[in-house]
């Protein structure tokens, strides 16, 4: 879709407001922390499926900040800044790039493991934070498990939305 600079930049503002209120509602409503980040991330789709890539950066950059200074507690921030906000960017990419199943998943599991490891560090070294407080007390390598088998899932659910936004929510955008 050929988009015009006023809808370019409206369509920007709203991803960036979208993703500040379910990233606030994410932690003022503790029970659905992560669901309501994997609902922000789920925005920024919507430029990476226009291929505005550039835009899509800047308004992940933009939430990352606006929501940085109104948000009440800042560790889903550090988790939607190191990994589930600009996840839609790199997954487009690696779409694009990959044309192996096998490999692009292993990739995308990659990619997750090492935004999740530098949150789980930059939360423990600026916030003296463990992650393994905010988690269940099981064992560290059924929970490293438990996290590859959410990455893998996070994929295939983010594929469905995806698949839904093309499907019915698209073609209004395009109006």
Known sequence: MNMSVSKKISLS???????TLFLYASETVPF????????ASLF???????????LAWLSFL???????LILPDRIT???????????GIARQFFLDKVNLVW??????????????????????QLAEVSILSLLPNIHLVLLIIAAQ??????DVIYNVCIAFYNKRIRKWLAA
Do not use: D, P, Q
């Open 149 to 154: 088998i959410c990455f893998f899932l996070l």
């Open 77 to 87: 921030w550090f988790f939607y800044v190191a990994l589930i906000g600009h996840y």
């Open 62 to 68: 933009a939430t990352a900040l606006l929501s940085f």
């Open 32 to 39: 659905c922390r992560f669901l309501f980040a994997y609902i």
């Open 44 to 54: 920024v789709y919507v430029l990476v499926g226009e291929r505005k890539y550039g």
């Open 13 to 19: 503002a709203m991803v960036v407001a979208l993703n």
């Open 103 to 124: 490999l692009r998943s292993l990739l995308l599991v990659l990619y997750c493991n090492i935004g999740f490891a530098l949150a789980s560090f930059v939360l423990w």
